[in-house]
């Protein structure tokens, strides 16, 4: 499969903002994705950008996109206790319609 | 709801039976994929439909592995003569019929073998 690469930890301070970064590899990128998912449950869609825009707002989610770099990013602002999750970042490739997931980035938010 | 639902949530079973999980999609989506999720990794693809159609399904799925949508809705993934490394979370996803339009997740069924 194509390399989706997260980090696997973030930390962040109630209140703060939350930067979770995203590379990938696949130049035929349709569409890249941010899933959540909490323990025990399946992956929630949390917002998508096509892959000719370079930013998408979504209430307290930003994201933006450096197609030069293959670059995806997701902002939590004001992030909550209640967005602790695992976030996972996918790209959709148009062979054979398929979806990458990276291994997941461990969102930790501090009271 | 209408979201997409997996059944059952959880199954324990011995090592060499064989397990059936189900999942029904969303009622307009075309495409259903399946996945398998272990430990600290992202979801791995391991077969896609569209419609009743198989279109693709991973190199990596061993011939134990089966998965058929009779119909074009529902879809089943049986596992035949489980071994331990089976033991994951097997999640459904469909999408509608736009390319690379979002998957919306069920919630799973984690297989334990023991």
């Known amino acids: 499969g194509e390399d989706v690469e997260q980090s696997l930890f973030l930390s962040v301070r109630e209140g703060d903002s939350s930067v979770i970064n995203c590379t990938y590899t696949d130049s035929s990128s349709t569409y890249l994705y941010w899933y959540k998912q909490e323990p025990g449950a399946g992956l929630q869609l949390l917002t998508y950008?096509?892959?000719?825009?370079d930013m998408k707002q979504d209430q307290r989610l930003t994201v933006l996109l450096n197609k030069k770099d293959k670059h995806l990013s997701l902002r939590i602002a004001d992030t909550q206790t209640g967005d602790s999750a695992i976030y996972f970042c996918a790209e959709g490739v148009t062979t054979g319609n398929q979806f990458y997931f990276g291994t997941g980035t461990s969102l930790t938010v501090i009271p | 709801d209408t979201g997409v639902s997996q059944d059952p949530r959880h199954k324990i079973t011995k090592r060499g039976q064989n397990v059936t999980f189900r999942c029904d999609p969303i009622?307009?989506?075309?495409?259903l994929y399946w996945y398998r999720q272990t430990l600290g990794q992202g979801p791995e693809f391991l077969t896609y439909?569209?419609?009743?159609?198989?279109?693709?399904k991973s190199r990596l799925l061993s011939d134990r592995f089966s998965a058929e949508r009779p119909k074009g809705s529902f879809s089943t993934l049986e596992i035949q003569r489980t071994e331990q490394g089976d033991s994951a979370m097997y999640l459904c996803a469909t999408g509608g019929a736009r390319l690379n339009s979002p998957l919306h997740f069920g919630n799973g069924t984690r297989l334990t073998v023991t």
């Open positions: 009622s307009e989506h075309n495409r």
């Open positions: 950008i096509f892959s000719n825009m």
């Open positions: 439909f569209q419609n009743e159609a198989q279109l693709e």
